[in-house]
């Protein structure tokens, strides 16, 4: 019967605060990883998930792209799923009941093709009972501007996150694009235009050629990347977004263990999210929260928030 | 139980140059798989490749699991490189399972398609009337295993070097001749490859139509990239007629293999 040191007993705090919603510890799912969670409930406690994030709802169900819609890369996997969903309605009235019964925050990410369509979405999600955030997925086309994507013009981005702002009093997330050669600008954007928080990276565009077809191997030509390939991108990219913005930034990009979280931690995310993880481990995200408690008190800390933009650079 | 286990590999072996047979033994209680039913396997939890690979059951016998591969990619040869002894984390028993079949039955199976088929005649022994059809004798891999548990056994190759020469489902047409009948077989399981099933298709189209045919269903399992095997990442759909349509407008939606499949009524699928 040795004596345990005060620093082994004591367990340390891993809740994080996002814009007004509290999370027991920072690490929530990336959306379209994780359906509308009752495809996992049979592999982890929901309860224990810092918080759910949703598959992309939209207003109106949507069939997705024809097949192939994924194909494994070199340490990641392509996606062009092409935002299959069964749309808001559907979601509240058929799924949201279930998610309703554990202790974790539902985040609605949710999309549009013309600020219309993001508004009255935003609006329909914000006022079912059970819904806590909502994040806004910009990257996708705008139908009435020539389909420019929303996130990689900072106008037409302004103009759709200051227009979601109005429709919602829930914390609004905006995740931003990485296809944009300056992604702090993009935050910035978001950050002025209303947006509680700013979670990236979403995927990055890619394509993978069948060379005896020539042809692309995915049904839609192009496919967005995930998974360990993209995380040093990720990284970095969270890192220019904390010196630029105050509002919280959930990091994610091929989060695959507690420490590849940590490093998004102390680049200066307040939460992180888990992806292209699920599909490997399902209870990936239960690991690393049991992965970053241990960090702590390894390193002898008390809270997670001492971790957060912890990053030193220069001598 | 949880569908989420640790597995030890017992042995991993060449059958012959393209086919290996795995066996897992799980280190926790598992759920009994069911014939049709399959698993996502890695060999090691390694970033390259990334993604598990669904695999079939192909027997589960005193608490070991077996699966029949064929090294084809990255995720298959690294399974290969799998030694007894080694740990891996499984997810399964995933998906809907073959319907129980009622009397006799036809089991129609092109290439490593056998692996499915092969719990379903096992568990049904000597209903079955198997065909089975491969590119040459080589790529016929539990051939005496499978006649050993069918009624009856039709073989084909595409280069005649087992059985007869030719096409699977050409002599599953001779056999459902209807003014040649010698069966009471009303139903047919099959799995292969795409072409092999979009014949079968056409063959049970005209069977359905012809008054005297005894055919009256069939199922197929279907095959897609599939990352995640348990319906969350909706890569791995199939267009399906149905009534619950997203807007009445489409006449299909998209089911996933992995969770409303991997067997389907052949009738629901859309072939392109």
């Known amino acids: 019967m040795g004596i345990t040191p005060n620093s082994e007993l004591r367990t340390p705090n891993l809740s994080v605060d996002i814009a007004g919603l509290k999370l027991?510890?920072?690490?929530?799912?990336?959306?379209?990883?994780?359906?509308?969670?009752?495809?996992?409930?049979?592999?982890?406690?929901?309860?224990?998930?810092?918080a759910i994030v949703v598959k992309g709802l939209s207003i109106t169900p949507r069939q997705g792209n024809p097949t192939p819609r994924i194909v494994e890369t070199p340490a990641g996997m392509l996606n062009a799923i092409g935002l299959q969903n069964i749309g808001v309605e559907t979601f509240i009235k058929e799924k949201l009941p279930f998610l309703k019964q554990f202790k974790t925050p539902v985040i609605a990410n949710f999309f549009g093709d013309s600020i219309d369509e993001y508004i009255h979405a935003a609006e329909v999600l914000s006022n079912a009972e059970g819904v806590h955030a909502l994040e806004m997925n910009i990257s996708c086309p705008n139908k009435q501007a020539g389909w420019i994507v929303f996130g990689t013009d900072p106008k037409t981005m302004e103009q759709v996150v200051t227009a979601v702002r109005k429709a919602t009093k829930l914390p609004l997330i905006v995740k931003l694009s990485p296809n944009v050669t300056d992604i702090g600008l993009m935050a910035k954007v978001a950050e002025n235009a209303g947006a509680d928080a700013v979670s990236?990276?979403?995927?990055?565009?890619?394509?993978?050629?069948?060379?005896?077809?020539?042809?692309?191997?995915?049904?839609?030509?192009?496919?967005?990347?995930?998974?360990?390939?993209?995380?040093?991108?990720?990284?970095?990219?969270?890192?220019?977004?904390?010196?630029?913005?105050?509002i919280p930034i959930i990091g994610m990009g091929g989060i695959m263990n507690a420490n590849d979280a940590l490093e998004f931690l102390i680049a200066g995310?307040?939460?992180?999210?888990?992806?292209?993880?699920?599909?490997?481990?399902p209870t990936a995200t239960i690991e690393i929260t049991e992965g970053l408690k241990r960090f702590l008190k390894e390193e002898g800390l008390s809270d997670i928030n001492e971790i957060i933009g912890s990053l030193k650079v220069g001598s | 139980m949880s569908k989420y286990f640790k597995a030890k590999t017992v042995d991993n072996f060449s059958l012959n140059k393209h086919f290996s047979l795995l066996n897992l033994s799980p280190l926790s209680d598992i759920d009994i798989p069911q014939p049709g039913q399959f698993y996502m396997l890695q060999a090691g939890d390694t970033c390259d490749p990334l993604l598990k690979r669904p695999f079939s059951i192909f027997r589960y016998e005193d608490n070991l699991l077996s699966f029949l591969y064929r090294i084809r990619g990255k995720g298959t040869l690294s399974l290969s490189r799998l030694k007894s002894g080694d740990i891996i984390n499984v997810i399964g028993p995933l998906g809907n399972s073959y319907p129980v079949p009622d009397g006799d039955f036809i089991a129609l199976a092109g290439g490593i398609g056998i692996a499915s088929l092969l719990p379903l005649l096992d568990r049904f022994k000597n209903r079955a009337y198997l065909f089975y059809g491969a590119r040459n004798k080589e790529e016929l891999v539990m051939i005496d295993a499978a006649k050993g548990i069918s009624k009856e056994t039709f073989i084909t190759t595409d280069d005649g070097s087992e059985g007869k020469k030719g096409l699977i489902t050409d002599s599953l047409i001779d056999f459902l001749n209807p003014s040649r009948i010698t069966h009471?077989?009303?139903?047919?399981?099959?799995?292969?490859?795409?072409?092999?099933?979009?014949?079968?298709?056409?063959?049970?189209?005209?069977?359905?139509?012809?008054?005297?045919?005894?055919?009256?269903?069939?199922?197929?399992?279907?095959?897609?990239?599939?990352?995640?095997?348990?319906?969350?990442?909706?890569?791995?759909v199939v267009k399906v007629r149905g009534q619950e349509t997203v807007d009445s407008s489409q006449k299909w939606i998209y089911k996933r293999v992995c969770k409303e499949g991997p067997v389907f009524d052949i009738k629901d699928i859309i072939w392109e």
């Open chain 2, 184 to 236: 009471h077989a009303s139903r047919i399981y099959a799995c292969g490859p795409t072409p092999m099933l979009k014949e079968l298709h056409r063959i049970i189209k005209s069977q359905i139509q012809n008054p005297k045919s005894q055919i009256i269903e069939c199922y197929v399992s279907m095959e897609e990239h599939m990352a995640c095997g348990v319906g969350a990442c909706l890569g791995c």
């Open chain 1, 200 to 246: 990236l990276i979403n995927t990055i565009t890619g394509m993978v050629v069948d060379v005896k077809k020539r042809r692309p191997v995915l049904a839609n030509n192009t496919g967005g990347l995930s998974g360990p390939a993209v995380r040093p991108i990720a990284v970095r990219m969270v890192w220019e977004v904390y010196k630029v913005v105050k």
């Open chain 1, 269 to 281: 995310a307040r939460a992180v999210a888990v992806g292209t993880a699920n599909f490997v481990n």
């Open chain 1, 24 to 50: 027991k510890n920072p690490v929530m799912t990336a959306s379209g990883t994780f359906g509308y969670g009752e495809e996992y409930s049979e592999f982890l406690d929901l309860s224990m998930l810092g």
